[in-house]
């Protein structure tokens, strides 16, 4: 199976700053990742998908980059609302999907 | 605007069976190339992956959970249901239905999630 982990674990970081964070494959799942955005009490939220495909509806300041076995979401310009926690997902199997383990944003 | 809900028991004792049915509205369960999965979450952990269906009945397991996991769908009631066999504590979770489109996908639709704890 495709293991994911994420990092940092935790970040902390004040509104306005630029946020990166980084997702790491097992092995090469081509641009087949996706980033969620999951608040306290609420289901995720779908961010990005194929790596780089912004989902509609979702501001211009998310985007992802990579390919292969290394992956980033960048936050261009942290907003209030963007304090959560962030999963990356691969879908290069189609038979087993697996998410990251998270990364927390929180306010610092 | 598709919508999903859970529903089903909040509380199941250990060694039985969890029962969960998800209710999709909004659109029909057998239109397009969607996918039907249910994904979990513990209390302060990281989200799961257990299972998916396509409406001709095919299926797909996570290997950890794969001897105890039965996921079926019903078109005509625009359901699909997980059964998780011989729980215990550490099948306490929020679950989640969910839509992926396609066969490799990412999910773009959720249900809000319904917490099952398995407790006596």
């Known amino acids: 199976d495709i293991q994911m982990t994420q990092s940092p674990s935790t970040l902390s970081a004040s509104v306005g700053d630029r946020v990166t964070i980084t997702c790491r494959a097992s092995q090469s799942i081509s641009s087949w990742l996706a980033w969620y955005q999951q608040k306290p009490g609420k289901a995720p939220k779908l961010l990005i998908y194929?790596?780089?495909s912004l989902e509609s509806g979702v501001p211009s300041r998310f985007s992802g980059s990579g390919s292969g076995t290394e992956f980033t979401l960048t936050i261009s310009s942290l907003q209030p609302d963007d304090f959560a926690t962030y999963y990356c997902q691969q879908y290069n199997s189609y038979s087993v999907f697996t998410f990251g383990p998270g990364t927390k944003v929180d306010i610092k | 605007q598709v919508q999903l809900q859970e529903s089903g028991p909040g509380l199941v004792k250990p060694s039985q069976t969890l029962s969960l049915t998800c209710t999709v509205s909004?659109?029909?369960?057998?239109?397009?190339?969607?996918?039907w999965s249910w994904i979990r979450q513990p209390a302060g952990k990281g989200l799961e992956w257990i299972g998916r269906i396509y409406t001709s009945g095919s299926t797909n397991y996570n290997p950890s959970l794969k001897s105890r996991v039965t996921i079926s769908v019903d078109t005509s009631k625009n359901q699909f249901s997980l059964k998780l066999s011989s729980v215990t504590a550490a099948d306490t979770a929020v679950y989640y239905c969910?839509?992926?489109?396609?066969?490799?996908?990412?999910?773009?639709?959720w249900g809000q999630g319904t917490l099952v704890t398995v407790s006596s």
């Open positions: 909004g659109g029909s369960i057998s239109s397009g190339s969607y996918y």
């Open positions: 969910a839509r992926s489109e396609g066969p490799s996908g990412y999910y773009d639709y």
């Open positions: 194929k790596a780089s």
